[in-house]
């Protein structure tokens, strides 16, 4: 048998030295109780696999606890994986419930679980090897041990349970290895697992896999690849040192999307705790490639303007992470602004203010985190010549106005930062004279983001890590300005028409270019700079 094959001793029901006081007795049952774990969100919660095995009667399977039908086809392929593994159930009355009955129960999770209870039920392995562990996997008709979704999620909730160890897949080991305290067994087989639960059989915790050198991270793109665009390449400086949304405008070919590629490499690395909080997503959502740990680079979603709104932001039958979270604390790049779908482009504007969606069904609703940083680009006009030194606009003043209200308001005053692209001159391609590295510039950003962590450890700013974070109160605490520049505010206030929201995020901005200069306070330079970024006014002219 496989079991033989995979080195696995096989115990015949009723010859196993675990059946005394167990199911000793023809009709006696013995109700089995492991742990397995359900998602909600972006965190895992514990699951009772309680499993109760009757010889009297006629033989049968229920599963009961809100199990959706993936859980349900449990039966068929636990039973065929058991068969494969020349393992033998009794004919009996089998009732499986998944506790708390009232959460929902999807995916295919509990499939090892499943299995190991009915083992156990039927004296074939010891309840005590099932005590203090999780269990999750999904099983193949052979017995194989397949990859599931949100083991990262599941390892943390174990620590937090105080749970010793947990049972996996090989292809979820590395993540879930990041948790510490919790050892992680990946069997790759069902019989391998009974044989390491029976101690026939070694298997050595996983190991969090090390960390990759930072300059394998950050290699493949360059800020010192691009040329000309300086007035662009300093809105990202100061949108990476801040955290702060950015809008590009400019003609076709103008380097837009060259430079929001290549805004990662000069963000600060994740941390330990930003970087889990990512993994948990990309881990709940499947996105993570077998084998592989914690997710160290910032992410970089460019969605295509052809997106919906549950892809963006979240959501289906069975809600999944969307683009924003995917993008949490990394950078969500929208290319061709204007073509989005409108809806869509609503729909970004909770999150933005919130760093979270909440996604409501009436089975119930989840959260997912959408700390990220918005880039956006997009042409002038239709055409994408408008304004163009060189190419005629073939769009009337009317088109040009259709095609930039698109964008709406409420959405604009969410973008912090909004520079206009001219095209690139013949001499600027071609100039022999070298352009900041993304090294360069990211010591730059570096060090505006440890003074910004410096200042917002202080009490009051909990949750605090850039400037971009602060909320209204905040604002005025830190924003402190010069005589000057509080009088060049207030006269902009009223030149301007700018609404409070527009007010402090001026004020987030103009801190973040007084960082970059080593300013304590705001002087007249950095609110210029602050209000020449303003969006709102550049697409209305």
Do not use: W
Not at 36 to 50: H, K, N, R, S, Y
């Amino acid at each position: 048998t496989a079991a033989v094959r995979a080195g696995a001793t096989v115990i015949p029901y009723g010859d196993g030295p675990f059946r005394k006081g167990a199911t000793a007795a023809r009709g006696r049952s013995m109700v089995i109780r492991l742990y397995g774990a359900g998602l909600e969100g972006v965190d895992a919660f514990p699951v009772d696999v309680e499993v109760d095995l009757v010889r009297q009667g006629l033989p049968g399977f229920t599963l009961v606890g809100l199990a959706e039908a993936a859980v349900r086809e449990a039966r068929e392929r636990v039973f065929s994986a058991l068969r494969a593994c020349g393992f033998r159930l009794p004919p009996s009355r089998i009732t499986v419930n998944l506790a708390p009955a009232g959460r929902r129960k999807s995916g295919t999770a509990f499939d090892l679980p499943l299995a190991l209870g009915l083992l156990a039920a039927s004296g074939q392995i010891p309840v005590e090897a099932l005590q203090g562990r999780v269990f999750a996997g999904e099983l193949s008709l052979s017995g194989a041990l397949r990859p599931v979704p949100g083991m990262l999620p599941l390892a943390i909730m174990a620590r937090q349970l105080g749970l010793a160890s947990v049972i996996l897949p090989p292809d979820n080991g590395a993540e879930a290895a990041v948790v510490r305290d919790v050892a992680v067994y990946t069997p790759a087989h069902l019989s391998q697992c009974v044989a390491f639960l029976l101690g026939r059989e070694e298997l050595e915790a996983r190991q969090p896999l090390p960390a990759p050198p930072e300059d394998a991270v950050l290699s493949g793109m360059d800020f010192a690849e691009v040329r000309g665009q300086q007035g662009a390449r300093r809105a990202l400086e100061v949108a990476a040192a801040g955290g702060h949304n950015l809008l590009m405008i400019g003609p076709p070919g103008s380097g837009k999307t060259m430079l929001a590629q290549r805004l990662p490499t000069i963000l600060p690395p994740l941390d330990f705790e930003e970087a889990l909080e990512v993994t948990k997503v990309y881990s709940v959502a499947g996105k993570l490639a077998p084998g592989q740990g914690l997710v160290r680079v910032r992410p970089f979603r460019a969605p295509h303007h052809t997106v919906s709104e549950v892809a963006l932001v979240g959501g289906g039958l069975h809600p999944l992470p969307g683009e924003v979270s995917l993008a949490h604390r990394g950078v969500l790049f929208l290319d061709e602004l204007p073509e989005f779908r409108k809806n869509a482009l609503e729909v970004l504007r909770q999150p933005l203010e919130d760093g979270e969606v909440q996604i409501s069904r009436a089975a119930g609703s989840v959260a997912y985190p959408s700390r990220f940083m918005l880039v956006c680009a997009m042409n002038p006009c239709k055409c994408g010549y408008y304004g163009h030194p060189t190419r005629a606009c073939t769009c009337s003043p009317s088109a040009v106005r259709q095609y930039r209200s698109r964008v709406s308001g409420p959405l604009l005053d969410r973008i912090d930062l909004c520079v206009e692209m001219d095209p690139i001159a013949f001499d600027e391609l071609h100039t022999a004279a070298p352009s900041e590295s993304s090294a360069e510039l990211r010591k730059q950003v570096l060090a505006a983001r440890a003074i910004q962590a410096k200042r917002y450890a202080a009490p009051g700013f909990k949750g605090v890590h850039c400037n971009a974070q602060l909320n209204a109160g905040q604002v005025r605490r830190i924003c402190r300005m010069t005589p000057g520049a509080e009088q060049l505010l207030r006269s902009s206030y009223d030149a301007l028409g700018l609404s409070a929201r527009a007010h402090d995020r001026i004020l987030r901005v103009a801190r973040t270019v007084a960082d970059l200069a080593g300013k304590t306070l705001l002087d007249e330079d950095s609110l210029l700079e602050a209000l020449q970024y303003r969006a709102q006014e550049k697409l209305d002219g």
